[in-house]
């Protein structure tokens, strides 16, 4: 309650109390008494109104910490997902790599397997021949 109203509910009361002066002092204690009523409630809604306050702060506060957290998060989990497609580009470059020599060892193979046949089978000719 201000210093203000404090001094006129004051006032009232005192007056209220000398019947000589208002003779309708039990409606005016009655306004009195709401007024008193009136000013508490105001008082305690105002402090429920600053804890509000405070809790709403504190509730942004906290979402602004979380939101922090969780995209450091993501950037630790993009920068090790980054690092996993990098090591999968470059295994299956040497997977390539591999395959392209195993290509190479097989047509190697092949023409040695086909020289060999070819030169057994001449030889084979040439046996038949002399016999």
């Known amino acids: 309650m201000k210093e203000e109203e404090k001094k006129i509910v004051e006032h009232l009361k005192k007056i209220s109390k000398d019947r000589t002066i208002i003779p309708l002092d039990d409606e005016i204690l009655i306004a009195v008494n709401l007024i008193e009523k009136l000013q508490r409630e105001n008082e305690k809604y105002k402090r429920l109104s600053e804890m509000n306050l405070k809790n709403a702060e504190e509730f942004k506060n906290n979402m602004c910490e979380h939101r922090c957290v969780l995209k450091s998060e993501l950037e630790e989990k993009t920068t090790i997902l980054l690092a996993g497609a990098e090591k999968v580009k470059q295994l299956k470059k040497e997977i390539e790599q591999l395959h392209e020599q195993i290509d190479k060892m097989n047509s190697f193979m092949n023409k040695k397997i086909i ?3 070819e030169v057994s089978y ?3 000719e ?3 021949k002399k016999e």
């Open 122 to 124: 001449e030889n084979t």
């Open 115 to 117: 020289e060999e046949s």
């Open 126 to 128: 040439e046996n038949q």
